[in-house]
């Protein structure tokens, strides 16, 4: 059996809890939530170009990516359908025509993309097939003896064009601005990963640097909100990110001597979370409207009722994840 590296398996069950807890109704005015909405997703990309592999052939890439990424964001979409259904039906009252079933569907295959004619079914899926476009990127510029210089080429033109569509907006919502926008942090933890650094652990060191660089991400941040020229706005969105991503790092090797068995299983599940959190929050909002206000109420959480609404939710999807392990694997990717 592979041995799990544990600073990991902290990085990854933090960061997919704090998705969830992100994506719990909250105002758009807190800071907090919107830096953790700016910057949590950036460990994914970074964990999984550090522990990316070849595995030796296209055809066996493949069949890893089938395993890990397109049958799982196939699987979730799925499930999720009838949950579209009925949140449908509870809506309006009736059944979807036609046009509205399909456009869901559309969505799903345009990677949750939404405009007039589709919407996201399940949208938290769409960086799997992000992390699939970078994978396949990797592979493709291996077979060359420029492959870093193809890909620092084209990390600099996704920082571009992610400027450019900030502005212009010319393809809003769809999974390429999401490559585009953290391409950079998935080709660091790629070459991170090849040369083997980032492995070694000190505790006191480790601890020192996650808040200097924690702190730093925030100052950066605020100056990020506050920046009215456009091209110093989207400059600065990028070190928020780096410092964020490696300070939440050094905070996970800080912790790496705590091992946990629930933790371990939070991060096997990680698509289990992200895959079947929203209709968990979407039943849960019903319920809290239901029971305590009128359905026109706008549900709204504050970060203290966020946080135990975010553990309720994880525990809720841990059966399914701890019986998963045994007995289904497929659902974990593998």
């Known amino acids: 059996m592979k041995e799990r590296i544990n600073w990991i398996d ?65 699987l979730y979409n799925v499930i999720v359908y009838p949950y579209w259904l009925i949140k449908y039906y509870m809506q309006h009252g009736v059944m979807p025509d036609l046009f509205s079933a399909v456009k869901p569907i559309i969505g799903a295959i345009l990677f949750q993309h939404e405009n007039s004619f589709c919407e996201p079914l399940n949208g938290p899926l769409w960086y799997l097939p992000a992390i699939l476009i970078m994978h396949i990127t990797i592979d493709l510029c291996r077979k060359t003896k420029y492959q870093h210089h193809i890909m620092i080429a084209l990390c600099v033109a996704s920082v571009v064009l992610y400027a450019s569509n900030k502005y212009y907006l010319f393809l809003p919502n769809l999974t390429p601005m999401g490559l585009f926008r953290r391409l950079p942090y998935y080709y660091i933890g790629y070459v991170m990963g090849q040369k083997c650094r980032f492995r070694e652990v000190n505790t006191k060191r480790d601890a020192i640097r996650c808040i200097l660089l924690i702190t730093l991400s925030l100052l950066i941040f605020q100056w990020h909100l506050l920046e009215k020229n456009f091209i110093i706005h989207i400059s600065l969105f990028y070190p928020v990110n780096f410092c964020f991503m490696f300070g939440m790092l050094y905070a996970c090797k800080a912790i790496n001597s705590i091992k946990s068995m629930v933790v371990q299983n939070i991060s096997i599940g990680t698509l289990v979370v992200i895959g079947l959190h929203v209709p968990i929050i979407s039943l849960m909002n019903l319920c809290i409207k239901t029971i305590f206000y009128s359905s026109q109420h706008h549900i709204f959480y504050h970060w203290y009722t966020a946080l135990p609404t975010t553990f309720i939710i994880c525990s809720l999807l841990y059966p399914t994840i701890f019986w998963g392990v045994k007995s289904m694997p497929f659902i974990f990717g593998k």
């Open 10 to 74: 902290w990085a990854k069950a933090l960061a997919v809890c704090t998705v969830v807890f992100c994506h719990l109704p909250q105002s758009q005015e807190w800071f907090y939530y919107r830096y953790l909405q700016s910057v949590i997703i950036v460990v994914f990309f970074f964990i999984s170009g550090y522990l990316k592999k070849d595995y030796g052939s296209t055809k066996a890439n493949w069949q890893k990516y089938w395993r890990g990424l397109i049958l799982p964001y196939i």
